[in-house]
């Protein structure tokens, strides 16, 4: 029975990718999103973005890991993240490490699979957690807001949370002190709503103020997307592939910088 990992399954973003958890066997977040695709977060673990718990991994992880690679040569990704935000846990480096010695002693078909991080962003403010997600080759960071209107409608996060101009503050500051040969890709999940008093964040404004923090933090890529599974509220629902588009062309025509991939999925 496995502990800490799952599939490999085929990820929009990823391709190959067999998903790490670091944390407990529920989730949990500083987040409650409108739209999660685990379900909503539970008040008891809806978490400020300081909390940690310390969950080390086990000589089992090492295993795990072991048991499964050497069957899948040709995986993309060893991804970290799905069962709430991830940075939460106070050893993450450590599973860094072990996941890093066990990719680097295997034989792969091509390039060896990218040890990738997803985040929500939340902790990026604190020096210490920018120094540990910095050392991860891929960082999947979340951005589907960019003022605190929408945030607080989109993402509900805990009361602890910054406001979203100190997250974005953070993501300048983890893009300037990543080294040059990792990357760093912003998600934006974008969705629209049935609810006639909900505003879905895929309104005008909060494109625009997106687009103009994207210029700031000058990541390396940039993913849009929209939900595709059930989604935690059920007024929630996908964008279609011609809003996915019209997004892209107001990012690309205000961030004005053809290095930066503009991704739709």
Known sequence: MRKYTYGPFQSRRLGLSLGVNVLADYKLCSYNCVYC??????????VSPSYRINLPPSPNFRKELLSILRYVPHLNSITFGYNGEPTLNESLLDFLNIATNVRNNLNWTSEKPLITLFTNSSTLYIDKI??????FELVLAKLDAANDADFKRTNRPHHNTPNIEIIIESLIKLKQEMPKKNKLAIQC???NSYKEDFTPNNNSTNIHDLAHALKMIQPNIIQIYSTARIPSEYFVYAIDEEKKREIAAIFKKIIDNDKIEINIY
């Not at 695709?37 to 809806?46: A, S």
């Open 37 to 46: 695709e685990i379900g909503l977060t539970i008040k008891d673990n809806l």
């Open 130 to 135: 920018r120094e540990k997600v910095k050392q």
């Open 189 to 191: 999940l974008i969705f």
